[in-house]
C-alpha cells in the first residue's frame, strides 16, 4: 500500500468481504469464493494488520483467537433467565403436555408448533451492541452465566459482526416480513441478543479422540463434553484448535416477531446459521412423524441429538402460557429413546444353548431403550456376574449403545435394602440334570449331556414351524441365536420375549421384531390337534395327532359329564367309540386347558392308547411315555402359565365332504398356503399324501406344478383345480 489512508480503506473492505463469504458459507450454505481463496484474503487482511496495527478492530476475522489465556472467568447477569426445558419420552407424554397447555390458553386459540433439532451441546447467549460482538456466556445456573467470549470468538459460525442495517432490511422485505422490516427501521437495535447452541461434529470428535490415542491418552466419552469443555478454556488457542460449530435458535430481543417461525427466519437474515429441516406443524401428528423422521436418520447427521424440540409458535401464547420452575409451559423437548436405563433385577436365570454352554441372563424389570421394552440382558458368564459384584434385585443401569444385545453396564449398590440375593451358578443342569463340567480356565460351564433336550434345537424348530403353532418370522436361524444368547430354554420362553429382546439381535430392526412378537402372540389359542402334534411325540404325526385329539376331546366330554352324573363310575369306565355324536360340539365349543389334558393322560394306561384305532402298541407306548415324563408335564405346565388356549375340534365337520379320500398337493394355491389347504383337508376328513400314488384320489394343482403334476397325469389320476377344490370343501 502506498499511504496509510488507502491500507485502512482496503482492510475494511476486506473484513466486509470475508465477513460476506461466512455469511453465506454459514447462514446460506453456499461457498461463494473456494476455501483457498477466502484464506488468501485473510492473509492479505493479516499482513495489513500487522504493518497497521492502529486500524485493528475486535470485530476482524483475524481476531477471532485473541488474548492472553484467563486466570479465571467472569460472571455475567442474563437479564433474560435462560430456562430448560421439560422432557417427553413418549407419544402419550406430548399428548397430555398438548392438553395442559390448551387449558391455559383461550378456547379459541389456534396453537400451532414450531419444531427443531433438539442439539446435544451447550447453550450460550450472544450480546450485539451496534451489530458487533460484545459478549458471549453460558447458560450457568440461567440467571448468571460466565463470559467466554474470546472462546466463541474463533467460532467460525458465530459472525463478529452483523451484516449492513440496510442488507437486513432488504433481506426481512425479500423473506415478506414487511412489519418486522417497519419496526426494525424504528426500533434499530443498539443491543441485540441471541442463543443457540455449541457443537462438536461428529468427525471433528474422532479426529480428537485419535489425536489422543497417538498421545497414549483414553479417549473423550462424547462430542457434547469435548464442546463445553472446550468453551471454557482458559486459553482461546485450544478453542479454537477443535473445530467448534454452532447454531442459533431463539432471537431474545424484540424485532417485531409474532412467531418462533420468524424469529428463525429473522435470525438467518441476520447472519446466523440455522438448521434448514426446523419447520411449522399444525398438529400432534405431524409432530411425531417428525420426531419418527429425525430418529430414523439421527446416525447419518453429523452432529449428535436427542430429540426434537416442540415450541408453541405463537409469541403471544408462548407468553401467556408463562414459566414452571426453570421451564417454559410452551415448549418441551420430546427426546429419543435414551440407549441407557436404570431398573432392577427380578431374578437371574440359566439358558443353555445347542452346544451345552450355560448362560446367565438377568430378568429386568421391564424398562424402554432406544423405543423397545427390555425385558432381558446377557450376563455371558460367572466372572461377568462377579466383575459387576451384581445381585438378585440390584438397580442396575442397562445399555443398548450401537442397538447391541442389552447390557448390564453398572450395578448401583448404594440403592440396596438388604434384601439382594447372591447368585451361584448351578452345579447340575437346570434342563436335564446332569452335572456339569468346567473349561480349564473355569469361566464356561457346560452341560456334557450330548441327549440335554436344550440341546435338541430340532424340536423347537417343529414347534414353530407350518403345521403346528406356525410362528411366522421364527425361523431355525432366530431359533438358533435365542437359545445361543440365553433368551430362551424351551418353547415356552417364546412367549415372554419382548420386542426389545429381539431388536436387540443383530440383523433384526424395530420393525421386524414388531412383526416376530406379534406372530408369536397370536398363537396363543392353537387348535387342539395342532397342539399335539407340536409337541414332537415320537410317531405322532398330523393324522395321528388328529385321531388323538378326537379322542382326549371325548374323553374329557365324557369326564365333564361324569362330573354331572350320579353315574360317574359307570361313564368313566364305559368304553368310549370314535363315531361323532352331536352332543360333542356343544358340550365342548369352549377352550381346553392344558391342566385338564395332563389330569386326562395321567388316568390312562399305555393299553387305553393301544386301543384306539390308527395308534396300536407302539405309538400307543411312545405317547404313553411321553405323558409320564415328568419334563414333559413341567413342559405342558409351563405353557399353561403363558395362556396357551387349545381349541376343540368340531368334529362334526371332521366328518364332512372328504371322509376317506386322499389328496396331493402340487404347484403354488392363490387361496391359501399349502399347509391351511393340508389342514382343511384333514378337518373334513381326508387324507393328504406327499407323493402320488395308486391310492391317491384327487391332485390338486396350483400355479407351476411340479412332477406330482406328471406323475398324477401318467397313473391317470385326476386333477383339481384350486377352484374345483375350494367347491369340494
Not at 401 to 411: E, H, M, R, S
Request: net charge positive.
Amino acid at each position: 500500500m502506498n499511504n496509510k489512508e488507502e491500507a485502512k480503506i482496503r482492510i475494511e473492505k476486506l473484513k466486509k468481504e470475508i465477513n460476506r463469504y461466512r455469511y453465506a458459507y454459514h447462514a446460506l450454505n453456499k461457498s461463494i469464493i473456494s476455501d483457498e481463496a477466502l484464506d488468501s484474503l485473510k492473509k492479505e487482511l493479516s499482513d495489513l494488520e500487522k504493518q497497521y496495527p492502529e486500524f485493528i478492530t475486535s470485530d476482524s476475522p483475524t481476531q477471532r483467537v485473541e488474548g492472553k489465556p484467563l486466570k479465571k472467568f467472569k460472571k455475567v447477569e442474563h437479564k433474560v433467565p435462560m430456562l430448560s426445558l421439560n422432557d417427553a419420552f413418549s407419544e402419550k407424554d406430548v399428548s397430555d403436555w398438548h392438553e395442559r397447555i390448551k387449558k391455559l390458553l383461550p378456547p379459541s386459540a389456534k396453537i400451532d408448533f414450531y419444531c427443531e433439532h433438539k442439539f446435544d451441546g451447550l447453550a450460550v447467549a450472544l450480546e450485539y451492541q451496534e451489530g458487533m460482538l460484545i459478549v458471549g456466556s453460558t447458560r450457568g445456573d440461567g440467571k448468571i452465566g460466565e463470559d467466554i467470549t474470546q472462546n466463541l470468538k474463533t467460532i467460525e459460525a458465530i459472525p463478529l459482526r452483523l451484516i449492513d442495517p440496510q442488507d437486513i432490511r432488504e433481506g426481512l422485505l425479500k423473506m415478506g416480513l414487511n412489519e418486522t422490516a417497519e419496526f426494525f427501521d424504528q426500533n434499530f437495535p443498539h443491543h441485540l441478543e441471541v442463543r443457540g447452541e455449541v457443537l462438536l461434529r461428529k468427525k471433528d470428535f474422532q479426529k480428537i479422540n485419535e489425536e489422543r490415542k497417538k498421545q497414549g491418552l483414553p479417549p473423550y466419552a462424547n462430542p457434547r463434553n469435548v464442546a463445553a469443555g472446550s468453551v471454557r478454556q482458559l486459553d482461546p488457542k485450544i478453542t479454537a484448535s477443535r473445530n467448534l460449530d454452532f447454531y442459533a435458535y431463539e432471537l431474545v430481543t424484540d424485532l417485531g416477531q409474532t412467531t418462533h417461525e420468524q424469529e428463525h427466519l429473522i435470525l438467518k437474515i441476520l447472519g446466523f446459521k440455522t438448521h434448514a429441516e426446523n419447520q411449522r406443524v399444525e398438529s400432534l401428528e405431524e409432530i411425531f412423524a417428525i420426531h419418527k423422521k429425525i430418529q430414523e436418520k439421527r446416525n447419518i447427521l453429523p452432529y449428535e441429538i436427542d430429540g426434537v424440540v416442540i415450541i408453541v409458535n405463537n409469541n403471544k401464547y408462548f407468553e401467556e402460557l408463562g414459566v414452571v420452575g426453570k421451564a417454559p409451559r410452551g415448549a418441551i423437548a420430546y427426546k429419543f429413546s435414551p440407549s441407557e436405563a436404570t431398573t432392577r433385577v427380578k431374578d437371574i436365570i440359566i439358558g443353555v444353548g445347542r452346544t451345552g454352554n450355560l448362560t446367565p441372563v438377568a430378568i429386568l424389570e421391564p424398562v424402554q431403550i432406544k423405543g423397545v421394552t427390555i425385558t432381558r440382558a446377557t450376563l455371558h458368564n460367572k466372572e461377568e456376574i462377579k466383575r459387576l459384584g451384581l445381585k438378585i434385585g440390584d438397580t442396575v443401569i442397562v445399555s443398548r449403545a450401537g442397538d447391541v444385545i442389552p447390557q448390564i453396564t453398572k450395578v448401583l449398590p448404594q440403592l440396596r435394602v438388604g434384601k439382594e440375593k447372591n447368585f451361584e451358578m448351578p452345579k447340575k443342569c437346570p434342563v436335564c440334570g446332569a452335572f456339569t463340567e468346567q473349561d480349564k480356565g473355569g469361566i464356561i460351564i457346560r452341560c456334557p449331556n450330548k441327549n440335554c433336550p436344550a440341546r435338541s434345537q430340532e424340536n423347537l424348530y417343529h414347534f414353530v414351524g407350518k403345521g403346528t403353532f406356525d410362528m411366522k418370522g421364527v425361523g431355525p436361524k432366530l431359533v438358533d441365536r435365542l437359545l445361543d444368547e440365553g433368551l430362551i430354554q424351551d418353547a415356552s420362553d417364546l412367549f415372554d420375549l419382548e420386542e426389545g429382546d429381539i431388536a436387540s439381535l443383530e440383523r433384526y430392526g424395530e420393525k421386524s421384531s414388531q412383526n416376530i412378537i406379534a406372530a408369536i402372540q397370536s398363537r396363543k389359542e392353537i387348535s387342539f390337534n395342532r397342539f399335539l402334534f407340536a409337541l414332537g411325540i415320537t410317531h405322532v404325526g398330523e393324522e395321528t395327532a388328529l385321531v388323538l385329539a378326537k379322542y382326549f376331546q371325548q374323553k374329557l366330554f365324557a369326564l365333564t359329564q361324569a362330573s354331572k352324573s350320579t353315574e360317574k363310575s359307570k361313564v368313566i369306565s364305559s368304553p368310549l367309540s370314535l363315531r361323532v355324536q352331536p352332543f360333542l360340539q356343544k358340550g365342548l365349543d369352549e377352550a381346553i386347558s392344558i391342566q385338564d389334558l395332563i389330569k386326562l393322560t395321567s388316568e390312562l394306561t399305555p393299553e387305553d392308547f393301544e386301543k384306539i384305532p390308527m395308534i396300536g402298541p407302539v405309538i400307543g407306548k411312545a405317547i404313553s411315555d411321553w405323558f409320564r415324563d415328568k419334563k414333559n408335564i413341567a413342559f405342558l405346565k409351563k405353557l399353561e402359565k403363558k395362556g396357551i388356549k387349545l381349541l376343540p375340534l368340531k368334529i362334526a365337520e371332521k366328518q364332512g365332504n372328504l371322509k376317506g379320500l386322499n389328496f396331493v398337493i402340487t404347484g403354488v394355491l392363490d387361496s391359501m398356503s399349502r399347509e391351511e389347504a393340508k389342514a382343511k383337508i384333514i378337518s373334513q376328513g381326508g387324507k393328504v399324501q406327499e407323493a402320488v400314488s395308486s391310492k391317491t384320489n384327487y391332485v390338486v394343482r396350483g400355479r407351476n406344478p411340479g412332477s406330482k403334476y406328471e406323475k398324477a397325469k401318467e397313473l391317470g389320476i385326476k386333477i383339481i383345480s384350486e377352484k374345483e377344490f375350494l367347491k369340494m370343501l
